[in-house]
């Protein structure tokens, strides 16, 4: 199909400039390229898309809706793609059992209840632990979601202490309107912190597409990209 040409020639062009944004990052920052895994987070996109990206070598993707995410999760699968995937956005226990089934990593983990939900989830639907990361609020602002103060111990201690879950470490996003390379930073300590009590909280998922240069520098291990390799969303989600 013409079109599916040209959009594969479009993603592999924004493709090959995030990956060089990437590898300058970690050139700059004395890290080796391959210490930084891309996630190219797909909201909104068609199964298509995530297909397309399957088919220009990336790995790992993300999406922030259970129904959208587990449509495209089969779709990619039925076509042949194996691809991780990583849900990142704010997750209701109703649709732990659900998550539970097609991801590889769920990021926005923030509640010793959604751990509880979680644990059960993927004790009953998964043959191996499901791999979670603790989201942080770098604003405080628990509304936009993720973990203030000691409820990161709280919850890492959760989801270390159950059967179903494996602690891969912790994500976050730059909280709005301040210096994204201050909250990294911050982040960085926190996940120090954690890395030496749980010595597997090896992640640490930071940086979109704005500011993934200040993320590598304070030693994010993924980075998750969206508006830079799909294009600008239609609706603010
Ligand atoms: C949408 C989203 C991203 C990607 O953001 P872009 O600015 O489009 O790169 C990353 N992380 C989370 C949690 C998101 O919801």
């Known amino acids: 199909m013409v079109s599916d040409d040209r959009r594969r020639a479009e993603l592999a062009a924004n493709l090959q400039q995030v990956r060089e944004r990437i590898s300058r990052a970690c050139v700059a920052a004395g890290r080796p390229a391959e210490a930084v895994t891309l996630t190219a987070v797909t909201k909104t ?13 990336v790995t790992d993707v ?33 649709k732990a059992k659900s998550v539970a089934a097609y991801a590889d990593v769920v990021e926005s983990v923030d509640s010793v209840r959604l751990v ?34 000691d409820d990161l111990w709280r919850v890492s201690d959760a989801v270390a202490s159950s059967d179903g879950l494996r602690l891969g470490g912790v994500m976050a ?13 911050r982040l960085a300590e926190l996940a120090g912190q954690l890395r030496s009590a ?35 969303r239609n609706s603010l989600r």
């Open 62 to 94: 993300g999406e922030n809706k259970d129904q959208e995410a587990a449509g495209k999760a089969a779709q990619a699968r039925a076509a042949g793609a194996r691809l991780r995937w990583h849900f990142v956005g704010q997750l209701q226990r109703n």
């Open 173 to 185: 996003v730059a909280p709005l309107g301040q210096d994204p390379g201050d909250a990294f930073a």
């Open 116 to 149: 509880a939900a979680l644990d059960r989830a993927a004790v009953a639907v998964r043959d191996e632990p499901l791999e979670v990361l603790v989201q942080v609020s770098l604003d405080g602002d628990p509304e936009r979601g993720g973990v203030v103060g």
């Open 198 to 232: 749980q010595p597997s909280a090896t992640t640490v998922s930071a940086g979109m597409s704005g500011d993934l240069e200040a993320a590598i520098r304070h030693g994010a291990t993924h980075v998750r990209i969206g508006t830079s390799l799909l294009g600008m």
């Open 45 to 57: 996109y068609p199964a298509s898309d995530v297909l397309l990206l399957a088919g220009l070598g």
